[in-house]
């Protein structure tokens, strides 16, 4: 998923026609600028209670600026730090609402939610206080919405006709951009504008869509750990996870099942590494560069040939531990298509496979010297 | 399933001159499966193993009648290929490509419901009933006929399960890849729904992951709606929250889509939840006697 920063995703929520504060990105000291009104300096990062966290400061001028900017410079938002500030102007307000758009995975379709305690996070708020609407796709937001909307919500009527023309921008947004999560909290009512603007974004983009997305840039998968950053450029499904036995295995399914077994046998995996369906020696490598710099106690390689073939695996294994020396042990099981071969590759090589996963389990977990 | 799938299933494949595609065609064919043509458009006239290839879908259909289409068309032109499959009459698309946007997938579920058609997946290792037909990159030498249902939303998991139900004596009637996105095609409650209906099911393995509800919305199908014993794994207990686990539907987010809930939901439904995939046989075999 590629979260974008609030400030990227209020540029599409106003190229959509969603009205937002007053505001300017900063991306170094040159550029900030002389001004006058009461204003919030927020800091870029994607995670949520900024607020709370000292991420968003009320500033009046250039040199309160310039201050927040160097103590806001020095804190950790989860691991994140701010290297680009949104200075955003005041907007007086009365109400504040929340609402997003997302996919609901059991119907199948996007789902529109809404309340009246926006400010906080969705997850505090009330089920009896969120409205959830859902939304065929093939057919967008009807009219009726916002008259049906409005009523629950007991809004003005004067309301009626920007809130059915925000929710198109925020459907149209969700549609047309490709993504999971389109959410503005607080989305606040300015009764002397009368309109609705949108405080905050939180913008999710869909990976798998970024293909048809070269406009959008991904400015958070750099806080990725460094590995899980790397895997992705190369297009493994990798998770660094906490435990000392390195894994690799294929298929997403057998993994979890894999880290599962371990944790079953008390013993925690390093790593969710899912090989995928391969027969590309080249990618055995790949993975195996990658656990070998999480400096595991051992490594479990755990293979179901069924659409990979297990003699390819075991000529990769071959290959990339002669090319890495690693220092730590390996226990592999092999079992289904070209397993006996595969057996053959590994044993001539002085490596010993199992074909029944609780041994090789049992084994690996014997050599990390975990337990 | 005959239902869905049966000997006289006449299966094109999209995509057929891809590595993956002529790999599969030949496989589907040693187990069985009446691969009748393949579609690459541009490639029209050539053969792969003697198996006609056609422009599109329209004409593959026309020629041999074909009601089946497996998909291996890259994931930018997957939602177009399946359109073309289902507006040229197929009846049931087993999509195999991965990483097909899930915005395409929701509109593909509507569109194949409006015109009465199946899809099975996306990203998913497809349809096989020992003895009939299989649709899909399922390895042939796991299987072994007879009456056991499974449903899985991963591949090699599933195969590792199916290799341990023939292993363990039983067999299997259908075995259903149901697909790791977000959205798919068929659901666990449409799946479980057609096992309680084929006679040649006695008992279902379901195996689940983290991520998502569908665990537990067919937790509250099967209470109402299975009479047929229910024998589930569920995957990815130790996964952390926040994290995708290399399937795109494989997250645990804001709390929900853990194990333990899915778990929970189907123990409460009276499935038998294995621990492990390996004792997944004997549980079936207490449930049978």
């Known amino acids: ?371 | 399933m005959v239902i869905i799938l049966g000997k006289e299933s006449k299966i094109i494949v999209q995509g057929i001159t891809g590595h993956q595609g002529m790999f599969h065609a030949r496989a589907m064919r040693d187990f069985g499966s009446k691969v009748v043509a393949g579609v690459t458009p541009g490639k029209g006239g050539e053969k792969i193993d003697n198996i006609p290839v056609y422009n599109d879908v329209d004409a593959a259909v026309k020629a041999t009648g074909a009601d089946v289409s497996v998909v291996f068309v890259p994931a930018p032109y997957a939602k177009d290929a399946v359109i073309e499959a289902i507006d040229a009459g197929i009846k049931l698309v087993v999509i195999v490509t991965e990483h097909i946007p899930f915005h395409d997938v929701v509109e593909l579920v509507l569109y194949s419901k409006i015109k009465g058609a199946r899809i099975i997946g996306p990203n998913c290792p497809g349809i096989a009933s020992p003895g009939l037909s299989k649709a899909g990159i399922m390895p042939n030498m796991i299987f072994k006929p007879g009456n056991i249902g499974v449903l899985s939303r991963s591949g090699t998991l599933t195969y590792e399960v199916v290799n341990y139900i023939s292993d363990f004596g039983f067999g299997e009637s259908t075995v259903i890849g149901l697909g790791g996105d977000q959205v798919i095609g068929t659901t666990f409650i449409e799946a479980l729904s057609l096992f309680e209906k084929d006679p040649d099911t006695k008992a279902i393995v379901m195996v689940g992951e983290i991520g998502g509800s569908a665990e537990e919305d067919a937790a509250e199908f099967i209470k109402k709606s299975v009479s047929k014993p229910v024998i589930a794994y569920i995957a990815g207990r130790s996964a952390p929250p926040g994290k995708r686990m290399g399937h795109a539907g494989a997250i645990i987010s804001r709390g929900k889509g853990t194990a333990e809930s899915k778990i929970k939901a189907l123990e409460a439904a009276g499935v038998k939840v294995a621990d492990l995939p390996i004792n997944i046989p004997k549980l079936i075999k207490k449930q049978l006697i």
């Open chain 1, 1 to 371: 998923m590629v979260k974008l920063l609030e400030y990227q995703g209020k540029e599409l929520l106003s190229r959509y026609g969603i009205t937002v504060p007053k505001s300017i990105i900063i991306k170094n000291e040159t550029s900030i600028p002389e001004f006058k009104t009461t204003s919030f300096l927020k800091a870029q990062v994607p995670v949520g209670h900024r607020g709370e966290r000292g991420g968003v400061v009320k500033v009046n001028n250039k040199a309160e600026v310039e201050k927040a900017i160097q103590n806001i410079s020095k804190l950790k938002f989860d691991g994140y730090t701010a290297d680009s500030f949104l200075l955003e102007e005041e907007v007086p307000h009365d109400l504040e609402f929340y609402v997003s758009i997302s996919l609901d995975r059991s119907t199948r379709l996007p789902v529109l939610l809404i309340s009246k305690k926006g400010g906080v996070d969705i997850e505090k708020i009330e089920d009896s206080e969120i409205y959830r609407y859902s939304i065929n796709p093939l057919m967008g937001i009807s009219d009726y919405f916002s008259r049906l909307i409005s009523r629950q919500l007991s809004l003005p009527d004067i309301l009626t006709i920007s809130l059915l023309q925000l929710l198109n921008s925020l459907f149209n947004i969700y549609k047309k951009e490709d993504a999971e999560l389109v959410e503005i909290n607080p989305l606040v009512l300015n009764s002397m504008k009368n309109g609705l603007i949108a405080l905050d974004s939180k913008v999710v983009i869909e990976d798998d869509a970024m293909f048809r997305h070269k406009e959008i840039t991904d400015y958070t998968s750099r806080w990725l750990d460094p590995l899980e950053l790397e895997a992705k450029q190369k297009g493994i499904s990798f998770v660094r996870l906490g435990g000392k036995i390195g894994v690799i295995a294929n298929g997403a399914g057998l993994t979890m099942a894999t880290l599962d077994i371990l944790k079953n046998n008390n013993a925690d995996a390093g790593d969710f590494l899912d090989l995928g369906g391969t027969d590309d020696p080249e990618k055995i490598t790949q993975a195996f560069e990658l656990i070998n710099k999480t400096n595991p106690s051992a490594l479990f390689v755990n293979i179901f040939g069924g659409v990979t073939k297990c003699d390819v695996v075991a000529d990769g294994l071959i290959k990339a531990i002669s090319e890495f020396k690693p220092k730590f042990n390996i226990v592999v099981r092999l079992k289904g298509f070209r397993e006996k071969e595969a057996t053959e590759i590994l044993k001539s090589n002085g490596i010993n496979s199992f074909s029944d996963m609780e041994e090789a389990v049992k084994k690996v977990i014997e050599l990390a010297g975990v337990k």
